[in-house]
C-alpha cells in the first residue's frame, strides 16, 4: 500500500537509501558517503519536500521523494518486487499533486525506457554526462518561446507558463553555410515546426535576422493555424543603423501578425552607464517576455 512519509520513517529509510547507495557506488569512500547520506536525510526531513511510501505488511518496500523544485532525487524500488509496476505506482501517485516533475540522471538505457514509459521526455541539454527528463500534466497548456542560437539567456526564465525552444542554426550551418541548401532548409523548418505549439512566442534580435527564416515561419503558421506573436527589441540609440534597418524590416514583414516591441529605454534610469544598460538589457526583455506570456488567454 502507499502511505505518506512520516518522521518517525527515517532511519528505517536512510537505511534502505544507504544500502541501495552503496550497491550503486561501490568504491565510494567513507567521508562522500557520509556527505551524500546527511544531503538526502536533510532532503526527506525537509518539510517541503514530498515522500510517498510502498510498504507491504508494514515493511517499506520502496519510495519516492520530490523536492521543494518538483525534482525527483529519489526512486526506489526493493529487486524483489520490480517490473511488477510499483515504480509507476509511486510517479503516478506523485501525478496527481503536481502539473510538471522532473528527474535528472547519468545516461542509463534502463532509466531512459522506464521514464519515457511514464510519460517523461527527455528536454535539450548540452552536457551529455547527465539527462534531464520532465513530464508535464497535459491539461496544462504552455506557451512555447522560440528563439535562435544565442539571442536569449533563457536561463533567466522563470515563468511557469512558457516552454523555452532553442534553435541552433549556426550549428546546423556549420558544414555548409548555405541557409537555402535543401539539407539545410529542411533540418531548420523541422526544428521550427517541431517548436511550435497552439500559442507560440518568436523572439528574434535584430543582429541575427534573417529573411530566409522569416519565410520558413511564415509557411508554417498558415499549416500550423497557432496563436503567434512576434517579440522584438526596439535599437538602443547606442546602437548602429544596421540594426535600425533590421528592425524595420521585423517589424514589416510581420505586420499580419501580432508584434510587441520592447522599448528599453522605459525600463532603465536616465542616468545610468551604456555597460550597464548593455549588461541589464537581457533582463529587461526576459521580464517583458514572461509578463507578455502571463497575458496570452487559453
Not at 48 to 74: A, H, P
Not at 153 to 166: E, G, Q, T
Not at 202 to 215: F, K, P, R
Request: glycine residues 2%; charged residues 35%; neutral net charge.
Amino acid at each position: 500500500m502507499l502511505k505518506k512519509f512520516n518522521n518517525s520513517d527515517i532511519d528505517e529509510l536512510m537505511s534502505i537509501w544507504k544500502k541501495a547507495y552503496i550497491d550503486v557506488n561501490k568504491k565510494i569512500d567513507n567521508k562522500d558517503l557520509a556527505r551524500a547520506y546527511t544531503d538526502i536525510k536533510d532532503i526527506l526531513l525537509d518539510g517541503s519536500s514530498n515522500t510517498i511510501l510502498y510498504t507491504e505488511d508494514d515493511i517499506i518496500e520502496g519510495f519516492i521523494t520530490i523536492d521543494k523544485n518538483n525534482r525527483i532525487v529519489i526512486i526506489y524500488v526493493e529487486k524483489k518486487i520490480r517490473r511488477e509496476g510499483i515504480g509507476s505506482m509511486l510517479i503516478d501517485s506523485c501525478k496527481k499533486s503536481y502539473s510538471k516533475l522532473d528527474v535528472v540522471f547519468k545516461d542509463d538505457e534502463n532509466l531512459k525506457i522506464f521514464f519515457e514509459k511514464n510519460g517523461f521526455v527527455e528536454k535539450e541539454n548540452d552536457e551529455n554526462i547527465e539527462k534531464t527528463y520532465e513530464w508535464q500534466d497535459s491539461k496544462e497548456e504552455k506557451i512555447n518561446l522560440i528563439y535562435f542560437d544565442n539571442d536569449l539567456n533563457d536561463k533567466l526564465i522563470s515563468s511557469k507558463k512558457i516552454n523555452v525552444k532553442r534553435i541552433d542554426v549556426k550549428e546546423i550551418l556549420k558544414e555548409d553555410k548555405n541557409l537555402k541548401s535543401i539539407k539545410n532548409y529542411m533540418r531548420i523548418r523541422k526544428s521550427i515546426e517541431k517548436a511550435f505549439s497552439k500559442k507560440t512566442l518568436l523572439y528574434l534580435n535584430c543582429g541575427n535576422y534573417n529573411e530566409v527564416l522569416d519565410d520558413i515561419i511564415k509557411e508554417i503558421i498558415k499549416i500550423e493555424r497557432a496563436d503567434f506573436t512576434v517579440v522584438i527589441s526596439e535599437p538602443l540609440i547606442i546602437e548602429n543603423s544596421k540594426m535600425e534597418k533590421y528592425f524595420k524590416k521585423i517589424v514589416q514583414s510581420y505586420s499580419n501578425y501580432k508584434i510587441h516591441r520592447i522599448d528599453m529605454m522605459e525600463n532603465i534610469e536616465n542616468d545610468i552607464s551604456v555597460n550597464k544598460i548593455l549588461e541589464e538589457q537581457m533582463k529587461v526583455i526576459i521580464r517583458q517576455i514572461e509578463k507578455i506570456a502571463e497575458n496570452m488567454n487559453f
